[in-house]
T-cell receptor
Framework: KAGVTQTPRYLIKTRGQQVTLSCSPI?????VSWYQQTPGQGLQFLFE???????NKGNFPGRFSGRQFSNSRSEMNVSTLELGDSALYLC????????????FGPGTRLTVL | QQQVKQSPQSLIVQKGGISIINCAYE??????FPWYQQFPGKGPALLIA?????SEKKEGRFTISFNKSAKQFSLHIMDSQPGDSATYFC????????????FGEGTQLTVNP
């Protein structure tokens, strides 16, 4: 079974731009969660999507948004990029909403210049 | 508010030794406690997890010890190997928050040959 895939793997943007990251969960998994990983703040929860609906949201500004498609694939969008948005963005999938076993993808490394 | 505190920040162990990483949590509603292993350039990989109704869980060389009254849990890596050198994260979640994981700060483990 293929694991969680994320595209692109690396991205360089400039301040003020927007970016869209994509995540394909493990086949059969219906819940997708997004996390931001930085050296200073560690791993922080962004949001969870299940059945195309956001079920949970972390403490991030409204510039961070996401969506989920009917095939469970998910995208997250960051608008008006700031230098502090530079991070590794990780996607994790689980079988169900509240599914405890979460499997992470390799992440997208975003650099904001 | 840091709800899961992890220590030590870094750990150096000799090959064949025991690596011990500790975590403490605040929220008694947490009901699932996983450990993740992360290598550079990779996403976190689920190692082992425990629920509060069990005091210990062992999988191969990895053991979780759980102390509900003290609100602490720890990861023991027996017969540590150089290939175990990675960053380890403890985490916690609660059913009412769906798949949201709250992570500890991480421990950088180095196993010397």
């Amino acid at each position: 079974k293929a694991g969680v895939t994320q595209t692109p793997r690396y991205l360089i943007k400039t301040r003020g731009q927007q970016v869209t990251l994509s995540c394909s969960p493990i086949s059969g998994h219906r819940s997708v969660s997004w996390y931001q990983q930085t050296p200073g703040q560690g791993l922080q929860f962004l949001f969870e999507y299940f059945s195309e609906t956001q079920r949970n949201k972390g403490n991030f500004p409204g510039r961070f948004s996401g969506r989920q498609f009917s095939n469970s694939r998910s995208e997250m969008n960051v608008s008006t990029l700031e230098l502090g948005d530079s991070a590794l963005y990780l996607c994790a999938s689980s079988f169900d909403h509240g599914g405890n076993e979460q499997f992470f993808g390799p992440g997208t490394r975003l650099t904001v210049l | 508010q840091q709800q899961v505190k992890q220590s030590p920040q870094s750990l150096i162990v000799q090959k064949g030794g025991i690596s011990i990483i500790n975590c403490a949590y605040e929220n008694t509603a947490f009901d699932y406690f996983p450990w993740y292993q992360q290598f550079p350039g990779k996403g976190p990989a689920l190692l082992i997890a425990i629920r509060p109704d069990v005091s210990e869980k062992k999988e191969g060389r990895f053991t979780i010890s759980f102390n509900k009254s003290a609100k602490q849990f720890s990861l023991h890596i027996m017969d540590s190997q150089p290939g175990d050198s990675a960053t380890y994260f403890c985490a916690a979640s609660k059913r009412t928050s769906g798949s949201r994981l709250t992570f500890g700060e991480g421990t950088q483990l180095t196993v010397n040959p």
